[in-house]
């Protein structure tokens, strides 16, 4: 590593990553393939300034590879996660203040940062990998030095290990795009104890999540139809035809990294006596399409994303006919339950 008053340099995971403090904000320059949420995922070089410490910035990219900039993305744009957010609590009306909310495998800490933003005033964030929790601290330390979010080392849930928390202990429990990452034989152990903690009336968001029913697997191969071969089979064409997946990945580590998402019918089996919002609200297509469209969008793409907007609300009367919330046929869940 190359430092002076001004400027640190070093090289990481096939990147060459440029740090320039500008007193307010670090401008960041990136050299080498990595992924720009914006534009590509394979971008050659990019730069951006965040608001981020140096120390900060250097243990994400050491962390993170070639996904430093997607990381760094979700807290400084407020397109990527802010936005999205705010129009999702305004439209369930949820509140933050004055709620214990979990946010239960908070990885990096961009996920935290921004329900801080948004008024969460006593948030616990669990994680099981001990690299990510001081990088979590920083990052929210780097901007609310006085915040109250605490971040604990969990293990993985595998029906014998329980949170370290009691029942009916948080007004929110919170798993933003985790339950892909988790194996879909646990997932039933990690629901439940999510739901153990949960105070009777709290709400259970999960959102995030790939539909594993949709038919294109866009987290981690971006191929159509595989959701619907079996594991070994969806796992042999995504290292065959996938640019994203690497010829030698193990299934293992393809389901690590999101590979099969979930879905209505396998939430609901493990949470059967959950009251699902959206039931009622049918708000998660509006949601979704306000938090699609941007005003970057050319014409073209704005057209095409709101005839699929309107698409998606030609077949509401259909779901509801089938008792179905909207987040059942969405491309990325939405879930909003209520503990009775």
């Known amino acids: 590593m190359v430092e002076n008053h001004a400027k640190t340099e070093f090289q990481v995971k096939g990147i060459q990553v440029s740090i320039t403090d500008e007193g307010s904000f670090r401008r960041v320059h990136i050299l080498g393939k990595h992924v720009n949420p914006e534009v590509a995922y394979h971008c050659m070089e990019s730069e951006f300034k965040t608001g981020h410490s140096i120390e900060t910035i250097t243990k994400i990219a050491y962390s993170k590879g070639k996904s430093f900039r997607d990381e760094l993305e979700r807290s400084e744009n407020p397109n990527y996660m802010f936005r999205p957010l705010q129009i999702f609590l305004d439209a369930f009306s949820i509140d933050l203040k004055n709620k214990k909310i979990l946010d239960f495998g908070c990885g990096a800490g961009a996920f935290a940062l921004n329900l801080v933003k948004l008024g969460a005033d006593e948030l616990v964030g669990v994680e099981v990998e001990e690299g990510l929790i001081d990088i979590a601290r920083l990052r929210v330390h780097d901007f609310y030095p006085e915040s109250r979010f605490k971040i604990i080392p969990i293990q993985y849930i595998d029906g014998n290990y329980r949170l370290p928390f009691g029942d009916a202990e948080f007004d929110i429990v919170w798993p933003h795009a985790v339950l892909e990452h ?20 709290g709400t259970f968001i999960l959102d995030g999540t790939p539909n594993g029913l949709w038919i294109k697997e866009a987290h981690t191969s971006n191929l159509f139809f595989i959701n619907y071969l079996p594991l070994e089979m969806a796992a042999f064409f995504a290292r065959r035809f996938s640019s994203r997946v690497p010829r030698n990945q193990s299934t293992e580590n393809l389901l690590v990294r999101g590979f099969r998402g979930s879905h209505y019918w396998e939430i609901s089996k493990y949470l059967p006596g959950a009251e699902w919002v959206g039931l009622q609200t049918r708000k998660e297509f509006s949601v979704k ?31 509801r006919l089938l008792r179905l919330p909207q987040t059942a046929v969405m491309p990325w869940l939405l879930v909003v339950l209520r503990k009775k």
């Open 289 to 319: 399409i306000k938090s699609w469209l941007r005003e970057s969008d050319s014409p073209i793409k704005s057209a095409m994303k709101k005839a699929i907007g309107l698409i998606l609300l030609i077949i509401d009367p259909v779901l």
């Open 182 to 201: 988790v194996f879909p034989n646990q997932r039933g152990f990690v629901l439940q104890e999510l739901w153990r903690v949960l105070k009777p009336n």
